[in-house]
């Protein structure tokens, strides 16, 4: 800063003021200020400015995975609507591992951020401690969880596969069966598995039809996978839902590689409207869960938090959307 304010021929003191953007600084001052800065490559800290004003400017994220397109457009959503606040998202992946997220949590809530955004309702003990004592607004997304720690953005997981279960036994469909993964690290997986466990259980119907394609994330090799295991022990299986669009294409695949035509021997959907389930072939049935709908929500939850104008807690569902692909028509 004191090279910046000798090329500028200002204080540093000034310098400090036209990166804050003071009015008390002129335009042409400030002009002169940013081209010495860039003249030199210098980049402002704003550390100590952070100390005394209590804000970091930042808002901290956690995801399961960053390969997942959903979670990834929920990221771009929540990055393009703080940008015009002048905050930035500092993202940390759990890899479908609630000890991971303890960890992550516990770093991110050192660096005191703004707000701080989850994927799911379910942590870790500990986990749910530092949250509920953050001091700072906390939202989960992606779920609807019954005790929430503080604002909620999501959606029911198992509501929305119950959509798909009725869509296929309003067919006619009865042998239903589904793919998934482990459940006790994918937890909105597992609230889908319940949702087709107990819309079966509505309908009557046996809900014992369920494929362990693996550890979450599910990809298409796992789908396929479990596919020929399930037309190999359970060939009667008229319809299939896939925790997944992908696990939902890999099971595609290993129809066709098979002879097994989709949908007039088996339907097959997916979950989360990925580009591969509307270009595949036949295209997948799925359930669109929005997901840019959750990072725009939660950017204005969040600027409405800052500014005040919300105190109470706020339970924000959003509604997926059953998308009817010729998979399953």
């Not at 952070?50 to 390969?67: E, G, K, M, Y």
């Not at 997220?101 to 955004?117: D, K, S």
């Not at 119950?162 to 482990?182: C, E, K, P, Q, S």
Request: glycine residues 8%; contains cysteine; aromatic residues 4%.
């Amino acid at each position: 800063m004191t090279d910046v304010a000798r090329l500028a021929g200002v204080s540093p003191m000034t310098v400090s003021r036209a990166f804050k953007s003071d009015s008390s600084i002129s335009g042409a001052t400030r002009e002169a200020i940013l081209k010495a800065a860039d003249a030199l490559g210098y980049v402002f800290d704003s550390t100590a400015s952070n100390l005394r004003s209590q804000r970091t400017d930042f808002v901290a994220v956690t995801i399961p995975s960053i390969n997942n397109a959903n979670f990834a457009d929920t990221v771009r959503a929540l990055s393009d609507g703080l940008k015009p606040r002048g905050l930035q998202i500092l993202l940390g992946t759990t890899d479908y591992d609630m000890a991971e997220e303890e960890r992550l949590i516990e770093q991110l809530l050192r660096r005191r951020p703004e707000a701080i955004v989850v994927t799911g309702g379910n942590h870790t003990p500990r986990a749910r401690r530092m949250l509920e004592n953050a001091g700072i607004p906390v939202i989960e997304t992606w779920d609807l969880p019954e005790t929430p720690i503080d604002h909620v953005v999501g959606f029911s997981n198992a509501q929305a596969v119950r959509g798909m279960v009725d869509h296929f036994v309003g067919r006619g469909l009865t042998r239903i069966a589904f793919i998934g993964g482990d459940a006790s690290r994918d937890t909105r997986g597992a609230d889908r598995r319940a949702g087709f466990v107990s819309a079966m259980a509505a309908h009557g119907l046996d809900a014992s039809r369920l494929v362990a394609a693996g550890p979450p994330p599910i990809s298409m090799r796992e789908g396929a996978d479990a596919m020929a295991r399930l037309l190999e022990e359970l060939p009667d299986t008229e319809a299939v839902i896939c925790v997944s669009d992908l696990s939902a294409f890999g099971a595609l695949t290993e129809c066709q590689r098979r002879g097994v035509a989709v949908p007039d021997r088996i339907s097959i959907a997916g979950f989360g409207d990925y580009e591969i389930a509307g270009v595949s072939v036949p295209p997948l049935t799925t359930i669109d869960p929005h997901p840019r709908d959750i990072g725009s929500c939660v950017v204005a939850l969040i600027g409405d938090l800052l500014d005040g104008k919300r105190s109470e807690p706020a339970r924000i569902i959003i509604s997926p959307d059953l998308i009817l692909r010729q998979s399953s028509l």
